[in-house]
């Protein structure tokens, strides 16, 4: 049986189209596997914490070593850990909002991202534990950033290939939501296409 996760970022709601897209391509990819189960995380209604100087110190330390405050403090971020190893496919969702991701993904990337967990160094270099996984991520973007002059001040992209290959999840494809600013047939296009590739990528 396959497990999906799903995390969604934006604080915009219901108005938000990176979580309409990757809530809606969820749905398609559990119809194609009814015995799929999903873990849903909206990121936007429940934030995780940034990390403080506690579960700094606490993620850092085996479960026995740590403190009770710690103990506490480390217990999201183990969850979330777990959830992500659990994971066969991760589909991520996320606005670009001054050229990169909203500052919630980054947290629960903060607190996946743990050496010897889902990542470990070695003599050769780092290496990710993470492997195995395939990860849509949904971006969504008033302008057009996939392309043309605008396509270098997107961050967000890269960035996330970066650090979920730093992981081990380098199988990532990416589902652009973009130039929705461009006016009202801009807008309903943007969706449709959206929506035409990921029912393509469910098939």
Same mark, same amino acid.
């Given at each position: /049986?396959?497990?999906? #996760?799903?995390?969604?970022?934006?604080?915009?709601? =219901?108005?938000?189209?990176s979580?309409?897209?990757?809530?809606?391509f969820?749905?398609? #990819?559990?119809a $194609?596997?009814?015995?799929?189960?999903?873990? +849903? #995380?909206?990121?936007?209604?429940?934030?995780?914490?940034? %990390?403080?100087?506690?579960?700094?110190?606490?993620?850092r330390?085996?479960? =026995?070593a +740590?403190?009770?405050?710690?103990?506490a403090a480390?217990?999201?971020?183990? *969850? +979330?850990?777990?959830?992500l190893?659990?994971?066969d496919?991760?589909?991520?969702?996320?606005?670009?909002i001054? !050229?990169?991701i909203?500052?919630?993904?980054?947290?629960?990337?903060?607190?996946?991202?743990r050496?010897?967990l889902? !990542? +470990?160094?070695?003599?050769e270099?780092? *290496?990710?534990l993470?492997?195995?996984?395939?990860?849509?991520?949904?971006?969504?973007a008033?302008?057009?950033?996939? =392309?043309?002059?605008?396509?270098? /001040?997107?961050?967000?992209i890269?960035y996330?290939?970066?650090? %979920?290959?730093?992981?081990? /999840?380098?199988?990532?494809?990416?589902?652009?939501?973009?130039?929705?600013? !461009?006016?009202? =047939?801009? !807008?309903? $296009?943007?969706?449709?296409?959206? *929506?035409?590739?990921?029912?393509?990528?469910?098939?």
């Amino acid at each position: /049986m396959s497990s999906i #996760l799903l995390v969604t970022s934006s604080p915009r709601g =219901e108005e938000s189209l990176s979580t309409k897209i990757a809530t809606e391509f969820v749905d398609k #990819l559990k119809a $194609k596997d009814a015995g799929a189960t999903v873990t +849903r #995380l909206d990121l936007g209604k429940n934030p995780i914490a940034h %990390l403080d100087t506690v579960t700094t110190s606490a993620i850092r330390k085996p479960a =026995e070593a +740590r403190n009770a405050e710690e103990a506490a403090a480390a217990a999201e971020s183990d *969850q +979330r850990v777990a959830e992500l190893l659990a994971a066969d496919t991760v589909v991520l969702a996320t606005g670009l909002i001054n !050229f990169n991701i909203y500052s919630t993904l980054k947290s629960w990337i903060d607190n996946v991202a743990r050496a010897g967990l889902t !990542f +470990r160094y070695t003599a050769e270099g780092p *290496q990710g534990l993470a492997t195995g996984k395939k990860v849509y991520v949904v971006l969504s973007a008033a302008g057009v950033y996939s =392309e043309g002059p605008a396509m270098a /001040m997107n961050h967000a992209i890269p960035y996330l290939k970066t650090v %979920l290959g730093f992981m081990g /999840m380098t199988d990532v494809e990416v589902i652009y939501v973009e130039g929705t600013a !461009f006016g009202p =047939e801009a !807008f309903e $296009k943007a969706i449709a296409t959206a *929506q035409e590739r990921t029912t393509a990528l469910a098939a």
